[in-house]
Structures are given as structure tokens and as C-alpha cells.
């Protein structure tokens, strides 16, 4: 009964953080952007050093001190680059102006964390997998494309419909908010025009999958899998 309980805590925990971490990015994204950049940034700068700890002798035979300053150099730049795009990602992700939309992309979002968080700690539980490091190296991808999946089935416009917005109704200099529910309209419609090349070569349901699979979308779901591996740590932490 204890356990049931315990675990009907901890799955409430997770919810609540998870929601938490989407409503942040709903209703501020550029804090949320802030966050995460920072977020990747310390957390890159010490999972990329122990990968790189352990994987450099894989290819390279012999100890020297070189090694270790190589290690700290790549691990750095590394750390801040993916940390960079991060950020970046994060901020067109939550940043438009169409509400609606940026309401789906919120669930979306939290429903990818969730389910990695709830992968890394079933993993951790089952084999003793430790959710930073294997998340953090191994989410992103899977998550990314959940994500970039369900964005396919949003509305989208016409090409007559984004014309006369581009044309008519996009400023010269357009808000931070207007680019990007412009570039995420113009991600739409490459997609769907990839989606619509490979319904040539495979049935039209399996060229919106692969339109999805090679969709800048993608990229969300390292964003999610930052967070998703910090949630699963934590509650593998709280649970001893």
C-alpha cells in the first residue's frame, strides 16, 4: 500500500514539475530560453568532459597531459554550442503570435518531457541507468521526433494565405514574435513540400512521417531532453 502511494507521489511530482517547465515556456519564453541555455550549459559542461573522459582513450593509445587539456577544450566548446542552440531553439519554440497554436506546442512539449522523464527513470529502476548521462546522450532524437510528428498535424495555411501575410502584413523590422510564428509557418510548408516529393516514392502516409523525421522540429527534443533528464535525476535522487 506504502508503495502504491509512493509512487502515485512521485508520479504526481513529476506532472507537476513537467507543467511547471511548459507553462514557463507558454507564457515566458524568453525566461524559459534563458533557462534552458543555462540549464545546458552547466549540465553539458560536466556530462561532455565524462564522455569525453572515457571515450578518448578508445581512440587514442597512451596518458599525457595533453589529453587532459584536449578533453577540457572540446568538452567546452561542445557545452557551449549545443548550449547556444538550446537557448535558440527554445525561444523560436515558445516565441509567435498565434496563441492557439502555441498552446499545442506547449502540450506537445510536456508531453515529450514526461515521457522521457518517465523512460530515464524506469531505466534507472530497471537497470540502474543513470538518468543524466544516458538521457542526455540518448533522448533528444526520439524526443525530437514525437515532437516534430505531432507539430505535422497542426493548421496550416495556404500559400495564398502566407503570401499575403508575408507581403502584407509582415512589418520590415517584425517582432521577435512575429518572425518567429513566420519561420515556424515557413517550416510547415517545407515540410509539407518534402512530405509532398516523397509521396512520389512511398504512400502518403509514410511521407509525412519522414517529412516529420527530417524537420527542423526535431531539434525541440533536445530541449526536451534536458529537462526530462533533470526531472528523472531528481526524482531518482529524492527517491534515495
Keep these: 500500500m506504502l508503495a502504491i502511494v509512493l509512487n502515485g507521489l512521485v508520479m504526481m511530482a513529476e506532472f507537476v514539475a513537467v507543467a511547471a517547465v511548459a507553462a514557463l515556456g507558454y507564457h515566458y519564453p524568453a525566461g524559459f530560453a534563458a533557462a ?4 545546458a550549459l552547466v549540465l ?17 593509445e ?3 597531459r595533453w589529453r587532459s587539456v584536449t578533453v577540457w577544450l572540446v568538452a567546452t566548446a561542445e ?7 538550446a537557448g535558440v531553439c527554445a525561444l523560436l519554440t515558445f516565441s509567435g503570435t498565434d496563441q492557439g497554436r502555441l498552446f499545442w506546442v506547449a502540450v506537445v512539449f510536456g508531453v515529450a518531457v514526461y515521457l522521457g522523464a518517465w523512460v530515464s527513470r524506469s531505466l534507472s529502476i530497471s537497470l540502474r541507468a543513470r538518468p543524466l548521462r544516458w538521457g542526455w546522450f540518448r533522448l533528444a532524437v526520439p524526443l525530437g521526433l514525437m515532437v516534430s510528428l505531432a507539430l505535422s498535424f497542426l493548421p496550416q495555411p495556404s500559400f495564398t494565405d502566407l503570401g499575403r501575410k508575408l ?11 512575429q518572425a518567429s510564428e513566420t519561420l515556424f509557418v515557413l517550416k510547415q510548408k517545407f515540410d509539407a513540400l518534402v512530405a509532398a516529393l516523397l509521396s512520389w ?8 512521417v519522414l517529412g516529420a523525421v527530417v524537420s527542423v522540429n526535431v531539434l525541440t527534443g533536445f ?9 528523472a535525476e531528481a526524482v531518482r535522487r529524492a527517491g534515495g
Design 201 to 208: 516514392i512511398v504512400p502518403v502516409e509514410w511521407a509525412q
Design 44 to 60: 553539458g559542461l560536466a556530462l561532455e568532459r565524462a564522455r569525453l573522459q572515457n571515450e578518448m582513450p578508445f581512440y587514442f
Design 79 to 85: 557545452a557551449v554550442i549545443k548550449a547556444l542552440l
Design 223 to 231: 530541449v526536451a531532453a534536458i529537462y526530462a533528464v533533470v526531472i
Design 62 to 64: 597512451g596518458e599525457g
Design 167 to 177: 507581403i502584407f502584413e509582415l512589418p520590415e523590422r517584425p517582432t521577435l514574435a
Design 36 to 39: 534552458t541555455t543555462i540549464l
